[in-house]
């Protein structure tokens, strides 16, 4: 049995982790694997993967967001939307606290680029993978190799290199990283996890739904350093009142990402990671572009920023009455927060234009379902990887509409 899994993890970093990194590509093991063959038998799971629309349906969302559309909220009301962003997700953190949201346990499945790997941290890895590893096994995965189509082995040579090449040149760039701060200029301006190898930085954190998860994997790489930030202070409050919180290996902060004149706690250049989950939809669409092109400032070469937020038609969008649309796929809840919805172009332009390559780009069509009221809902999130070219020349990409 040992023999068994050591092979299925072998297989699956061969053939399933650089298909993480192809544009366009489903990767089987991420985004899920519960299919809907039989449509009588839709109501047996509340969730089904990779789920395609009909044109009926297309149509009938398309449809539902003219009309919700079709009355705009009053432009002074606008501005007080976006002038008190952060009062109304404080308001938010003061009255849910930490129970509005799950912990993200997911994150290391859809991006395992969060931790660093080394011999510590591989075995969490793999420990990821088990359940998988398990059902290959059984299903008769072979005891000695795993072959690789030549044409896939090829592309992803040429296209994003392998995994082990990735890990290789991230741990390059980190001990370049390392070296630079004990002999450069920063050796006489210590800041929060300068002498870590590895950091990542979470913007949008909440109340630590996502740090929480990934300090407790970083627990056997304490070269690693985690940053958070929320503009809602109420929000970073919870994050360090949390029982988790290590403050050796977490530095929580207050921070406006659409403050361009608004300094971070380190240098431009230093991180490894950046996390941007459900946090680019809050944030008004005139100002979405240079947010991330600041995000792409703090990236060393070679750095990853990774993306999921709402696409196009996800039910929540279905769901605005009229009179809750800012403009066009903008809208606001009944709370002030808001939330824009994504298409894959949007995504792939807004990144690209800010240097960064696209390694993935795709949009997760899941099927939820409400079986004691017999409801089908669609959900739609658009999921990428980002990464900083390891050269300073960089390339125009078209872009896609």
Not at 41 to 70: L, P, T
Not at 150 to 166: I, L, T, V, W
Request: proline share 4%; net charge positive; with cysteine.
């Amino acid at each position: 049995m040992n023999v068994i899994w050591r092979n299925s993890v072998s297989c699956l970093r061969i053939r399933k982790v650089p298909r993480r990194y192809q544009s366009g590509n489903h990767p089987v093991v991420p985004l899920g694997s519960r299919i809907l063959t039989d449509p009588a038998k839709v109501f047996e799971h509340n969730m089904w993967d990779h789920m395609q629309w009909s044109d009926e349906e297309e149509a009938a969302a398309r449809k539902k967001v003219e009309e919700n559309s079709a009355v705009r909220v009053l432009l002074e009301e606008q501005v007080k939307f976006e002038n008190e962003a952060s009062k109304y997700w404080d308001t938010f953190y003061k009255i849910h606290k930490n129970k509005f949201f799950k912990d993200r346990n997911w994150l290391l499945r859809e991006f395992p680029e969060i931790i660093p790997v080394d011999q510590k941290t591989e075995q969490k890895l793999e420990e990821l993978s088990w359940d998988h590893a398990k059902t290959s096994a059984a299903n008769g995965f072979s005891r000695m190799h795993c072959p690789t189509m030549p044409e896939e082995k090829n592309y992803n040579k040429k296209r994003c290199g392998s995994s082990d090449g990735q890990r290789k040149a991230g741990s390059h760039f980190s001990n370049l990283d390392s070296k630079e701060h004990r002999k450069g200029p920063l050796k006489t301006e210590l800041f929060p996890g300068s002498n870590a190898t590895f950091r990542i930085l979470e913007v949008g954190c909440g109340a630590g739904n996502s740090v929480f998860p990934i300090l407790n994997t970083l627990q056997d790489a304490p070269e690693s350093f985690l940053y958070c930030c929320d503009f809602a202070s109420g929000a970073v409050e919870l994050v360090k009142l949390h029982s988790s919180y290590r403050a050796a290996q977490c530095c929580a902060f207050v921070h406006d990402v659409c403050d361009e004149d608004l300094p971070f706690p380190f240098p431009d250049g230093i991180l490894d990671v950046i996390l941007l989950v459900f946090v680019l939809s809050s944030i008004h669409p005139d100002r979405m572009q240079g947010v991330i092109n600041r995000l792409s400032n703090l990236l060393k070469p070679g750095g990853m920023l990774l993306f999921r937020d709402y696409g196009r038609y996800d039910k929540t969008q279905l769901r605005f009455k009229r009179g809750h649309c800012l403009s066009e796929n903008f809208y606001v809840r009944g709370d002030g927060t808001r939330a824009y919805f994504f298409t894959k172009g949007e995504v792939h332009n807004m990144f690209c234009k800010a240097g960064l390559d696209e390694k993935q780009n795709l949009v997760d069509r899941r099927l939820q379902v409400n079986r004691k009221k017999q409801v089908k809902m669609h959900r739609v999130w658009v999921q990428g990887k980002f990464q900083k070219p390891l050269h300073l020349t960089q390339k125009t990409s078209k872009l896609v509409f």
